[in-house]
Each structure stands twice: as structure tokens, then as C-alpha cells.
């Protein structure tokens, strides 16, 4: 199976700031990855796909990039409906898999 | 607009068993494959299993194979999980979800169905 790692676990952040999560998959998945964002009690919402292709609706400060092993989520200017946890999946190959998750929080 | 309404979930007994049933409405269900993510209390997400669009490929996560079995009636737009030989780590909100037509990456989700395993 595909690992997918992330870090951190958590970050804390004020709005304004620019946030950077990571998502390391072993092995390299090329560039079949998702990022999630979910909110507590609400199922998640996709952000992006293929690794760098923004979702309709999904503001512009949201921005990923990488391929093979590193990829990253950056969120240019955090906003107040951006506290959340993020999550990376990998789409090369079954089983399918998440990262742990990174959960964004207020300082 | 795209609805995605589970069903099915409640509390069972390590051991047995439960169908999860997803209605699928607002979109050609025909046309997409689905997916079964859950979530532990407190946890991240795992994928649990998907099936294609006509039914005819099926994949799991190696913890829930010759346990869960995934079908779809797409005379009925209604997606399901026949779960079995529960145990106390299924416990979890199940969610039905759509998979993009680029690839299996999950798109559109229901709002989950909690399923608890407890004597």
C-alpha cells in the first residue's frame, strides 16, 4: 500500500499569515493526489486535484504543488472559514489513502 | 443538485452485521463511481472501498476484504456496503461519496451514517 504522511499534525496560525502543509508519499505516486479541507461535524470538501488543479469555487489562495514523493498545500493569506483539518490522498493505485490530516488552528 | 443520503447505521454487536444503503440523486449515477470513506471518532479518514460505475470492478482497504462487499443498483441510484463479521474498530461515520470522472479522487459527499460496534 501507498503511505501518505503528513506534517505537521498541526499548526497554528493567525489569519493574514501564510500557512504551508506537507503530504509525502511512499512510493511516489507521480502527481494522483488530492487535498481535503473539512470542518468540524461537515464531511470534507476536495480543494484540489492532480496535485496542482485548483477545484471550481475554491479561492485562489489555496495553492498546491509537487509530484513523485513531496507535495504541498499553501494557503496564500489565511482566512477566518479556513481554521480546519486537511487532509492529502493519493489516486495512483488501490487501496486508496490519507494522510493523517493537518489540523489548522487559531493562535 | 447533487444529494448523496445514507442510510443504515446504528449500533451492532461485535460480530454482526449491517447494510449500509447510499440514495444518490441530482446527477447520472450511471455514469460516476463511488466510494465509501469513514471516520473514526476523533480520526482522520480512511478509504473503505469503491465500486465503477457499472458495478462490474469493486476494490477495498485490505482491513475490511472477505468482510464488506460493495454494490450499486443504478436502476435505483442507490449505492450499498454489506458489512459483516463487525468489529469494534469499523466504528466510524460512513461516507458515501462521488469519485471524479478523472480519477478516483473523491468529489461530492453525503453527510455520513454512524455506525457503532459495542456489546
Known amino acids: 500500500d501507498i503511505q501518505m504522511t503528513q506534517s505537521p499534525s498541526s499548526v497554528s496560525a493567525s489569519v493574514g499569515d501564510r500557512v504551508t502543509i506537507t503530504c509525502r508519499a511512499s512510493?511516489?505516486?507521480?502527481?494522483?493526489l488530492a487535498w481535503y479541507q473539512q470542518k468540524p461535524g461537515k464531511a470534507p470538501k476536495l480543494l484540489i486535484s492532480?496535485?496542482?488543479s485548483l477545484q471550481s469555487g475554491v479561492p485562489s489562495r489555496f495553492s498546491g504543488s509537487g509530484s513523485g514523493t513531496d507535495f504541498t498545500l499553501t494557503i496564500s493569506s489565511l482566512q477566518p472559514e479556513d481554521f480546519a483539518t486537511y487532509y492529502c490522498q493519493q489516486a495512483k493505485s488501490f487501496p486508496l489513502t490519507f494522510g493523517g490530516g493537518t489540523k489548522v488552528e487559531n493562535k | 443538485e447533487v444529494q448523496l443520503l445514507e442510510s443504515g447505521g446504528g449500533l451492532v454487536q461485535p460480530g454482526g452485521s449491517l447494510r449500509l444503503s447510499c440514495a444518490a440523486s441530482g446527477f447520472t449515477f450511471s455514469s460516476y463511481a463511488m466510494s465509501w470513506v469513514r471516520q473514526a471518532p476523533g480520526k482522520g479518514l480512511e478509504w473503505v472501498s469503491g465500486v465503477s460505475s457499472s458495478g462490474g470492478s469493486a476494490y477495498y482497504t485490505d482491513s475490511v476484504k472477505g468482510r464488506f462487499t460493495i454494490s450499486r443498483d443504478n436502476s435505483k441510484n442507490t449505492l450499498y456496503l454489506q458489512m459483516n463479521s463487525l468489529r469494534a474498530e469499523d466504528a466510524a461515520v460512513y461516507y458515501c461519496?462521488?469519485?471524479?470522472?478523472?480519477?478516483?479522487?473523491?468529489?461530492?459527499w453525503g453527510q455520513g451514517t454512524l455506525v457503532t460496534v459495542s456489546s
Open positions: 492532480g496535485a496542482t
Open positions: 512510493p511516489g505516486i507521480s502527481s494522483w
Open positions: 461519496a462521488i469519485v471524479e470522472s478523472s480519477a478516483w479522487y473523491v468529489g461530492d
